[in-house]
């Protein structure tokens, strides 16, 4: 009797364990044939006059997409520009005198800022900038794409910060350096290597973004003119190529979105990769 | 704190002082940005609120030309695709979870995580591309045996057209699907040993010491990370945008095309051009905005109240 109930229990852990890893294997599954697919698809298109012409005219097969390429990195790097020096500054006050109340709103504040979907936080800066000039831009691209870094950066720099031992800034202080000097010139660059990592984490977190950019940056199949008009990137190239009803334009959206995917991912690992080392892998 | 600097009675010196205010600048501006966001979603959609009142979130009807606006359809839709996603993603997260914290060693538990966060890491356009081409022409393939046999049933009735609810479910499972499983990990992972250990001396398999005492440990920062991954799901937009088939209409069949609120935004938006149209959709925005502010808030106190429930015997 107890043998045959103890026998059971052994089932019953051997069967959920199996579950639980069936699980586990069709997670990875996901993400290989995902992975698999695009590299499959991607390749096949994938040549160097693709990376470096501009689109043909809707219609005619061939072109690539230089522009959105181009496009992408600008947009990019002026929000990086605008988003950066806000989310250190912002994350040196909070680790420095931020355990006040005002600390406790401006966390707060990044917080509901981190988990807003990125498509309003678009129709955010639509409104503030878009309608104001009634024209589409990628300056209204790369303000969006700033606000949804501004809280990674401000988080990640914050918890860098963190890790920079006490003795170091005592040191400094001991020696009678003013405080805003220590910071500057001892606290910040011991923790530089992990700032960068937290920035690069959310710069190629940005660039994958298409929600904010589809009615911001607009897209453009020239070159672009300028900050005041509107630019490509290489998202939005992906979304329109791939709703669209042209076979061509079906294989030219994998290889955009297999040059996307490269670069996104390499951030991504790269960055996941040198916080690991950093700070012990357990909360990597 | 501020008061932190001045150490032993030395007052803060001019450059400290300066230097202080101009970070204080930095992290206040988050703050203005955060308000001015939701000042610009109130005062954008006035014109909506005002002419339709708090009846624009049930009412059902969206038509730009008779400019008739009416939120239902697209809060229907965000409701019931988060929900299909949760159902999906839900168990087989917190399945992986479970192996992944309780059976499978640490090493290989690390590296199995560092990819299904790679998985997070996906453009969301990219996993749209695939919807289109992979999830529709599947769904497409496999309803008309659904129909078939569960027809009974008004979730699997109608024409299959590929594009609908559930292929916007299942894009979205594989989106929150990373979320679930690292955090339920993470949950699970702070389980203290000595509890695990003290069921197992008693003679309890590993699953019974997972169902008995890991699970309803970690029962709350699971459901956190549940809530978290719901309020991903809800103002996802790319993805489900290019496969839920944008139609505003309710239906009980999951096979039909719907709508939700970031993919009109995403349609819409750029080409509203009466006021009320473009009020309306702001309205949208901002219903979007206090429903993932009212989810994040609901899974922040879940997920912060596993400590608390560490002190309990």
Redesign the interface.
Known sequence: MTDARLRR??I??GL??S??????I???A??FV?LG??VYHGAAALDWSFLTRLPKPVGEPGGGIANAMVGSAKIVALAAVLGV??????A???H?????R??F??RY?????N??????????A???IVLPMKR?SALAGSAALA?IM??IV?RSTEEFLRLVPASLREAG?ALGV????V??LVVIPSAWGGILTGILLAV??I?????PL??TA?GNRFWDNGWLNPMSAL?LT??TY??SPYEDW?RQ??AA?MV??LV??AG??LA?LLMRGGRG?SN? | ??K??A?AGLTE?A??R???Y??????????G?????AL??AS?SRLAWSEFGPAFLWSSSWNPVSERFGALPFLYGTLVSSALALAIAG???V??A???AE??PRRIS?A?C??????A??????????G???LVPGVRAVSPFLIEHLGFLPFFRGTPYGVGMLTAGLILS?MI??YI?SISREVLLSVPRPLKEAALALGA????T?RLVSLPYARSGILGAVFLAL?RA?????AVT?VIGNSPRISASLFDPAYTM?AV??NE??EATSDLHLHA??AI?GT??ML??GM?ALA?WMILGTPTARRRP
Do not use: Q
Not at chain 1, 96 to 100: A, I, L, P, R, V
Not at chain 1, 109 to 113: S, V
Not at chain 1, 178 to 181: E, N
Not at chain 2, 22 to 31: P, R, Y
């Open positions: 229990r052994k019953v852990n959920m364990f579950l639980t890893a069936a699980c586990t069709a997670c990875l996901v993400l995902i697919y695009i020096p806000v989310g250190v500054l912002g040196v006050y909070l420095e005198f931020g355990h006040n005002i600390g709103v401006i504040a990044a917080d509901l800022l988990g807003m979907p990125s498509i309003v936080i678009g129709v955010f639509y409104g503030l589409f606000v501004i809280p401000l202080l003013p405080r805003w000097k910071i500057l190629s977190r660039a994958g973004e298409s929600a589809i009615f607009f998202p992906i979304y791939a709703i079906h959206a994998w979105a996307l995917v996104v991912l991504n690992v996941r892998a990597a | 704190m501020s932190g600097g150490v010196r450059g400290d300066l230097f202080r101009g970070v204080l600048c930095a992290g206040l501006a988050v703050v940005l955060a308000a001015a966001l610009e979603l954008g168990p087989l997260g399945g992986s479970i192996f992944l059976l499978a690390d199995c560092f990819f299904i966060e790679i998985l890491a996906v453009p969301s356009v990219v996993l749209g591309l695939m289109i081409f992979i594989i699907l990373p499983t398999t590993r699953w019974e997972v309020g809800l103002g996802e937009t790319m290019m970031a935004l995403a938006l750029a959709l702001m925005a979007l905005f993932t502010l994040n922040r």
